[in-house]
């Protein structure tokens, strides 16, 4: 069971009635033939008729009494997949099956309730229709006892296919036909029900779900959407699963726990409702839509969609009580909470089943583009330039939106100044903590008191608290507080590497902010009557671990710098890491589960690019490039695809799909880009299939290249491209092996030796030794003619010898793709296969037709060794990495050597061709020039092996 296809179609079902025609935008199918008009082999079809349930019908040719089946992996192999059987001789019509990763099925120990419904089952003169729902979400447990989820909405399946008989006693046979689509399906896109939930979350409309986390993965069970739509009024969505029994709300709460929060339900009896939080349970307010307006709650399919808008400022008296309070999401930050449970018969919400709370306080504000900024009185000059920056709430350093901003920068290698703002008075303190987790609890803290002080702190985890430090090598420096226009503004400087002394225990913990990175905490509070700072108000962390080491131009650092600790590396040439010498280098580090960096660093004279892609496997096509392109010394990174055949790499039509956060710098003529990328990424591709690339589940080839742009800033052919020897996991930091090039340098090797050495050594006893070695007979035959022979024969068989290596490397695409060296080198070896053959053919040496063959034999040899060493120039991309630079330069040398010695040598005989010779002696001259010539070039060839076995 294994197939696959790209075709995507709309079509109208009919109940047990096949459709043959193409399908229509909209639906999906899948036939075997390819848009069969007739009765098909297979035809699978399916769309969308709820946001939770699918219509498919599964038709074609079986026997009488058979099956017809179809599975859904996430590979292109049998299993392991759910597969979905129709057949006529079964009581259900219907059954699910697993298949296994070892190629054998059996009935689904357990699956979700319902999976299949509305089947309906004909068979017909061996032609079988079948048509049913199924559920968009759903899970297989197999005979094992393993259960897999599958979600048909949102996750991409290839297509398996199957018909056979079915047993006895009710079970299928193994296939007796089956299929596979090409490519992989997104199902959800023939799912007009579908709202893309998640667009524009984090940009445009703040967004956050249950459970947690589950807007970067984009599968939440209840998710709350916000944003401004004037400077007193937020548009708000919840929506989720539930039934008319059922309710969703969020709260606004001013802690973590549940007690004293404004609550806002929805359900379909009670419509939008507010409510007060108390500890453990819920009371409606006394007017339950005060501060609400433009409200609606929908219930479709198991799916409830509440709409409503707030007032950013609400006034709430409790119930049973005359105490009021006010909820202002303008002026302060709230965790939010979200729960779902049951109503009772009046509509009332009854206690939560499920529930889920921020981990940190949530400015609603961020997605307010009609209000200006909170507080304009803080500095945000050079942030994420000079800076760094973090502030209160997370992230709002970007916005410019914080209500409390910290920055530093390195004062010395070994020293860092850090800058603290925020809205205080001389009865309040900021603090900021440094952190290993996102948590309080086990961190160095450095709180700026308004009474003038900066004090170390360390914060304990059981139970949270802060707990002044007497004993620290911190070095707290510079310390300055000043507070006017009520915002305070703290300066300090602290030793990059400290270490203090736990309180109240007998242990001490280092803090090394170069080498380390750490989660930063922001916090504001009271100081009390004993200048000590209280519990927090009011406090932050950042989304992730900060390098604080970014932001000191004191350090040594460079994009080499951490390779293998904090971050993986890979580079080209072979080694270049360790020497600092890439030509194109590329870092990852893992961010998140849902997050990578990269860096991309090459050498540039200012335009260019440099590109890694992620492949399947060691060679070009089918890959997910993203390059790094410097174009008028500005860079950006593209997403492009490379295609298998022929090799190219095609800019896809959304240029920055996945990835984010993109930032250049070129320097020195090295230009870098650094970017992050989802770690699953589903790339639509410019035949408008879909492949989805997950880097935290599997491993891929790491492939780089180098080359030009052209006018459009679109890259070219590579001029430079290596790869890694195995697929790499990026989640680990250790040393990338590179491609072997074992098989280059043999071949190298053997056509050195084969075209520079033995066919010239060759040529030149031909051409000046016939007049010697007169008295002299080898295997019977002339010694020159003999001499030149081995020498040719050794240059055919080198050369034969070095072809072998280069096709098992790159088999015959160079020459598919039209390489000039692998043209020239076939052409050069064509000539030498042709020569032995004339020379079979040749006739006497007093025959009339003799000079013909002689001029033949020579021009055809000639021209040999011309192709040969334009071939050999014509190298310069392989031989970059292979070999030294000077390698190029050891070639014009021996070309010199040879021409010079072809001038020298013609000129001498030239001269003494007037001289009438008066025995057989031999020209002892001529020998030793013969010598010289052999013994130079033999050297410097054998030279030129030494560096292509040696390496660049």
Known sequence: LDMRSSSVVWIVFGAAQAVYSSCSPGTGCFSTPADCTGNCTFRLEWIGVSRSEYHVQLSGTVASGGYMAFGLPTVS???????????????????????????????????????????NVTESDGYLICDFRIQAEFFVESDEG???SFNLNKQSYYVIMASGSVLGTGLIKQHDLHAKSKDMFMWGDN???????????????????????????????????????????????????????????????????????S??????????????????????????????????????????HCKFTLKSSLNITIPNTNNSVTFDVNSSEYYLMLATGNVDDKNMIQIHSNKTVSTSSVDLTEFNSHLQPQNPKLDYAGCADTWGCSGLPADCSLSKNCSILVKWQGQADDQYVFVISGEADNTDYIALGFSEDNMMGNDSVVACLGLGAVNPYWNTEHPFNSIPVDNTTMNIANATVKIADGVMNCSFVVKANYSLDIPALNKSKSFDLNKLQYYLLLAKGSVNSSSLIEHHTNKSVSSSAVELSQYNKYLERDIYTDCFEKKGCFGTPENCIQHKSCKIIVTYRKLTITEYEFHIGFNSAGSGYAALAFSDDASMGDDSVMACIIKNDKLDVKMYWNTKSPKNSIPLSQAHLGISHISGTYISGFASCIFQRQSNTTLTLPDNSTQTFDLSSNQYYLLLAAGDIDSEGKIKKHSLDDHSAAAVDLGSYGPVKNKSDIMIKLHGIAMLLAWLLFSNLGVFMARYFRENFQDKKLLGKQVWFVVHQIFMYLAILSSILGLIPIIIQYGIDPIKEKVIHSLLGLSTLGLGFIQPIIALMRCAPDHPVRPVFNWTHRCIGISALILAWVSVYMVNDISDKIVPCYFQYVLYVIAAWILASHIGTSAYILVKAGEAKTSLEDNKTLNIIGCVFSIVLTAAVLTQCILVIIGG
């Open 263 to 304: 609550v806002v339900a929805c359900s379909t009896g009670g419509g939008v409702a507010m409510y007060w939080n108390f500890v453990g349970y819920s009371l409606p307010l006394s007017n339950q839509t005060a501060g609400i307006s433009n409200q609606s709650v929908t219930l479709s399919d198991g799916e409830m």
């Open 191 to 261: 799912n007009n029900y579908i709202d893309d939930d998640y667009q524009d979350c984090g940009q445009s409309i703040g967004c956050f779900g249950l459970p947690l986390g589950c807007v970067q993965s984009q599968n939440c069970s209840i998710l709350l959407k916000w944003f401004g739509v004037s400077e007193q009024e937020y548009n708000m969505s919840i929506q989720g699963a539930a039934s008319e029994k059922s309710y969703l709300a969020f709260a606004l709460s001013n802690d973590d726990v549940m007690g004293n929060d």
């Open 77 to 119: 192999t049998m299993g392991p997949s759910p597969a979905f059987v129709c057949t006529s001789s079964l009581p259900n019509k219907t059954a699910v099956y697993w298949n296994t990763a070892s190629f054998s099925a059996s009935p689904a120990n357990r699956t979700t309730h319902d999976l299949i419904s509305q089947a």
């Open 146 to 148: 393993k259960s897999s």
